[in-house]
């Protein structure tokens, strides 16, 4: 049974920084496609960052390349995404999800099977 579960979301000021944390189980995460989405209210969900199994290739979307990195730590099979310089509009709960693909650019339009619970992240001062 695939679990993925995401961890180290919070509130923050602006110009802060958080490490989210995208735990798996049943699958590993150096042969699958570990993607970050978030959503906010009244919004689309988004995609944030992706990393390849294979190579370890990474995108990010445009609204966070510079900000964020996404990392993964395979001894202990989970991704991470750094996340700097925070702004308010950074607020929404953010889901890891993973697939047995590999990450292209267009990461965002693609269907994974494995989901997340979420975790939310809230920038405000």
């Known amino acids: 049974q695939v679990q993925l579960v995401e961890s180290g979301g919070g509130l923050v000021q602006p110009g802060g920084s958080l490490n989210l944390s995208c735990a798996a189980s049943?699958?590993?995460?150096?042969?699958?496609?570990v993607v970050w989405f978030r959503q906010a209210p009244g919004k689309e969900r988004e995609g944030v960052s992706c990393i390849s199994g294979d190579d370890g290739r990474t995108y990010y979307g445009d609204s966070v390349k510079g900000r964020f990195t996404i990392s993964r730590d395979n001894a202990k099979n989970t991704v991470y995404l750094q996340m700097n310089s925070l702004k308010p509009e950074d607020t929404a709960i953010y889901y890891c999800?993973?697939?047995?693909?590999?990450?292209?650019?267009?990461?965002?339009?693609?269907?994974?099977?494995?989901w997340g619970q979420g975790t939310q992240v809230t920038v405000s001062s």
């Open positions: 049943g699958l590993t995460v150096e042969s699958n496609a």
């Open positions: 999800a993973a697939d047995l693909m590999v990450c292209v650019r267009s990461f965002a339009l693609l269907e994974y099977d494995y």
